[in-house]
């Protein structure tokens, strides 16, 4: 096995939603650990949309220092992995998409192999490469050091935090549906939407602009991804702060990004002009 460590964060996981199924079928769920669980996707998943993907990879506002550390520390609680591993896997995705070199490219390898099996069949030296290519740009920032280097510590937060909580409502019992919930299905849910950026938007749905690769816009996954579902428009415009260009397309992380920008915690917003979306837009969908 290549990597024994991301198969165990994969199966585990999984082990954990068919058991939360189980519970949930024979009535065997409380308010608060459903509370929990959705609580925790919202938070962790805006630590990778706003975080992570935008301010971090795309650098597509700059955010007031607390709001930053806040977002990393989220998105370090996904278990997906170091800030700097994912800037620069992300990277390379840009770089290469859909043609030889892109890490999970379903056009190349699958919908599968985009989805997860590019984790088990990446080896640690092709990690060592891509990252040799790109984590210079992002080691530079104090904070992506910092979040990469104190990473295991914000996982073991993620999944104890949520234990914790539990035992204070309701004894040993809340603690372990606390930690199943909050924690270990959580963790399933989270990776699973954003696996599908990666897999469904690069197979299923519309294309609104011209680009070089499949990406496509999907509803579906725009919705539960907070925005990163309108992967066409990203892949036509990395930059932009805004996945989400026309008033139907949901985009939760953008409405935070513009609610943070009114407030004074977020500045230097980049947003493209119509003018130049036009430009590009697809000819066909």
């Not at 890490?103 to 599968?112: D, E, M, W």
Request: charged share 15%.
């Amino acid at each position: 096995m290549k990597n024994p460590e991301i198969i165990i964060l994969i199966v585990v996981p999984f082990l954990a939603a068919c058991a939360g199924v189980y519970l949930a079928a024979s009535g065997l769920v409380s308010v608060f650990d459903l509370s929990m669980c959705v609580a925790g996707v919202i938070l962790t998943q805006f630590g990778v949309t706003f975080g992570y993907h935008r301010l971090v990879v795309h650098k597509s506002y700059q955010a007031h220092p607390t709001v930053k550390a806040t977002a990393l520390a989220l998105g370090s609680m996904a278990l997906q992995g170091p800030v700097v591993n994912w800037a620069s896997v992300h990277t390379a995705h840009h770089a290469h998409s859909d043609h030889e070199g892109d890490p999970h490219s379903p056009t190349l390898g699958g919908f599968i192999h985009a989805h997860f099996e590019w984790l088990l069949s990446m080896r640690t030296d092709e990690l060592s490469q891509i990252k040799d290519q790109w984590a210079d740009r992002y080691m530079k920032d104090p904070y992506v050091r910092f979040f990469s280097r104190t990473f295991v510590f914000w996982t073991i937060v993620g999944l104890l935090l949520p234990a914790i909580l539990g035992y204070a409502v309701n004894g040993i019992t809340g603690a372990a549906t606390g930690f199943l919930w909050g924690g270990l299905i959580r963790v399933f849910i989270t990776a699973h939407v954003t696996w599908s950026v990666n897999s469904v938007c690069h197979f299923a749905g519309k294309k609104m602009f011209k680009t070089r690769d499949d990406s496509r816009n999907n509803f579906l996954i725009g919705l539960l991804a907070l925005g990163e579902g309108w992967h066409n428009n990203h892949h036509a415009f990395p930059a932009s702060a805004f996945h989400g260009m026309r008033w139907w397309q949901i985009d939760v992380t953008g409405w935070v990004v513009w609610l943070l920008e009114k407030v004074g915690l977020v500045k230097n917003v980049i947003r493209i002009p119509r003018s130049v979306q036009a430009k590009q837009l697809a000819d066909v969908s």
